[in-house]
């Protein structure tokens, strides 16, 4: 009986963690050139841009400038809300982002801001783009 309880012992010692993880949080020394400090996504496309998804507009971050994508009276862009809500990149490397007036998509060759399905999307809030491992793109 002895023995059996000491294998017992040793098979859930042998299968208990031995180490705990570390992780550690670091700031983004990129955050001080956000238009806002609420950032509801981030993403990083197939070049290396990282997107930030905030309240006042989509931003594409380089490594060392922050563009701005957002509609304003020096910017105007067919943007309804500057409130960005998911962001993710298709198979033709457009940067497709939802805001709580529809779906919009950016060229990255021009970097033009149009929307996507307007006549469908435009009057949903759109709080989730998933990409398949196929290629669709669910909203």
């Known amino acids: 009986m002895r023995t059996l309880i000491w294998i017992l012992l040793l098979c859930v010692w042998s299968v208990m963690p031995t180490s705990a993880q570390i992780a550690?949080?670091?700031?983004?020394?990129?955050?001080?050139?956000?238009?806002?400090?609420?950032?509801?996504?981030?993403?990083?496309?197939?070049?290396?841009?990282?997107?930030?998804?905030?309240?006042?507009?989509?931003?594409?971050?380089?490594?060392?400038?922050?563009q701005v994508f957002r509609n304003d009276y020096l910017h105007p862009?067919?943007?309804?809300?500057?409130?960005?809500?998911?962001?993710?990149?298709?198979?033709?490397?457009?940067?497709?982002?939802?805001?709580?007036?529809?779906?919009?998509?950016i060229d990255k060759k021009n970097y033009k801001v149009s929307p996507l399905f307007p006549e469908v999307l435009g009057q949903f809030s759109i709080n989730t783009l998933f990409k398949s491992n196929d290629g669709s793109i669910y909203v």
């Open 77 to 105: 862009h067919p943007l309804k809300s500057n409130v960005i809500l998911s962001v993710i990149e298709d198979d033709q490397k457009h940067i497709l982002f939802g805001t709580p007036s529809g779906a919009f998509f």
């Open 24 to 66: 550690s949080l670091v700031q983004n020394p990129q955050v001080k050139k956000l238009p806002v400090r609420s950032v509801h996504c981030i993403y990083q496309d197939s070049e290396g841009y990282i997107w930030y998804g905030t309240v006042n507009g989509l931003c594409r971050d380089d490594g060392y400038n922050i």
